[in-house]
């Protein structure tokens, strides 16, 4: 499971309080660091870490809350997940703690809380950064094979034979992830039909994954896959490796839909990759008769600290303590920026514009913050349950063993009210 364990965990961990988060480079080393800023000047409260890969945390977590050993501070992504914790009565409304500590509220983007509220209230602390889906692609490759970065989906299905000429993947795709193919379906759903196509499925209208536009858009997405747009053997790949994102960088794929925490991994394992300019980046590319909004992204608006209510009183002080001093403090915000990432504060340009990374982070806090809607990866603004099914079934459509109507139909089962 890739655990890393600096302390013990839930709500039996002494007067200490205790925190899970993801693992894989940058993210780890900035979250700790938080922590370890924090430590050494509470050497009283001290909070103790665990550290998991993407996809084993989820199923941790969950077991840990019902057999209600979760660690006091619940890091997550909002959304459904959230309401399920919310549900079952496992995290604290933290609403008047934040009417009462405004500067802390202020500070932060308006948009970040929106996946941390459920029927109003606020049950989560937003933090770190805000992570939109890009569309990337090498810069050398596109040089050598002598063609230009698309600008519609017809110029992605024009390139695929030009770069399978050169022995080359067009896409890669850490497809056993599953959660990576989903990225490709909020994009043709939004680009084709706008976001009242995923809305309607969300808000459990009847039948809305029928929608002729989200039909259109599954059936564009297993043309791609018809045609050999995705690099062979995608559905191995894991994105835990990094595998996907190695593919890329040393050119065996020209292109890669990820979202913008992977710009920190190509610089911290790509060598000279990213440095000499060969990572190229943009949004993605509209759908010629689509009625969806060019400007529009998916991804994370933001992540989320939640409290455990099961933690005592005072675990849950030392919570409270380290999301007012130690959460996104200067540090953080910097290392944050010098990994190519974007806080989720407000009036940052400065700091951006200073970065090493200036062009990416502008790029992408224009992205975040001039999109017409930043919408929710679908994973986490839906119920667990339904996202379950989702995911299954998007790997049964990139495996091309069901038709768009039957992914329709078995989606449909589960969100209809």
């Not at 062979?232 to 890669?256: R, V």
Request: glycine residues 10%; negative net charge; hydrophobic residues 40%.
């Amino acid at each position: 499971m890739a655990l890393s364990a600096c302390g013990t965990s839930g709500p039996s961990s002494g007067g200490g309080a205790s925190y899970w988060f993801l693992s894989g480079p940058p993210q780890e080393g900035i979250r700790q660091g938080a922590v370890d800023r924090f430590n050494e000047a509470n050497p009283d409260t001290k909070i103790s870490t665990n550290t998991f890969l993407n996809d084993p945390y989820k199923t941790k977590i969950k077991t840990a809350l019902g057999a209600g050993e979760a660690p006091t501070i619940i890091w997550g992504w909002g959304g459904g997940g959230l309401r399920t914790w919310v549900d079952a009565g496992h995290v604290d409304d933290l609403t008047s703690w934040f009417d009462e500590n405004p500067k802390v509220k202020d500070k932060l983007i308006s948009t970040s809380f929106g996946p941390a509220t459920i029927d109003g209230k606020i049950y989560a602390m937003p933090c770190e950064t805000a992570e939109p889906i890009l569309l990337y692609y090498n810069n050398k490759v596109f040089d050598d094979v002598g063609v230009e970065p698309p600008e519609s989906w017809d110029d992605i299905m024009a390139l695929v034979p030009k770069f399978k000429a050169k022995g080359i993947a067009t896409f890669s795709l850490g497809g056993q992830s599953r959660w990576t193919n989903m990225m490709w379906l909020e994009f043709l759903f939004d680009r084709i039909g706008g976001t009242e196509v995923f809305e309607a499925a969300f808000e459990g209208e009847k039948d809305a994954w029928s929608n002729p536009a989200a039909i259109d858009a599954l059936t564009k997405l297993q043309e791609l896959v018809r045609a050999g747009g995705f690099v062979e053997g995608f559905s191995s790949i894991t994105a835990d490796s990094n595998a996907d994102q190695a593919l890329l960088y040393t050119g065996k794929a020209a292109m890669m839909l990820h979202g913008s925490w992977s710009y920190g991994i190509q610089q911290e394992l790509g060598g000279d990759f990213v440095p000499s300019g060969g990572l190229g980046f943009m949004n993605f590319p509209p759908v010629e008769g689509g009625t969806g909004d060019p400007s529009n992204t998916v991804g994370n608006p933001g992540q989320y600290l939640s409290i455990y209510s099961k933690a005592s009183a005072e675990q849950k002080e030392i919570a409270k303590k380290f999301f007012t001093n130690g959460v996104l403090d200067d540090q953080e915000v910097k290392d944050w920026i010098d990994s190519g990432a974007v806080p989720i504060l407000s009036g940052i340009e400065d700091e951006l514009a200073a970065s090493k990374n200036a062009e990416f982070v502008d790029f992408v806090y224009k992205t975040a913050n001039e999109a017409n809607v930043f919408a929710q990866s679908w994973d986490q603004a839906l119920d667990p349950s339904a996202a379950s099914t989702l995911l299954d079934n998007i790997v049964k459509l990139f495996q091309l063993s069901i038709s768009p109507q039957q992914f329709a139909d078995n989606l449909n089962a589960v969100t209809n009210k």
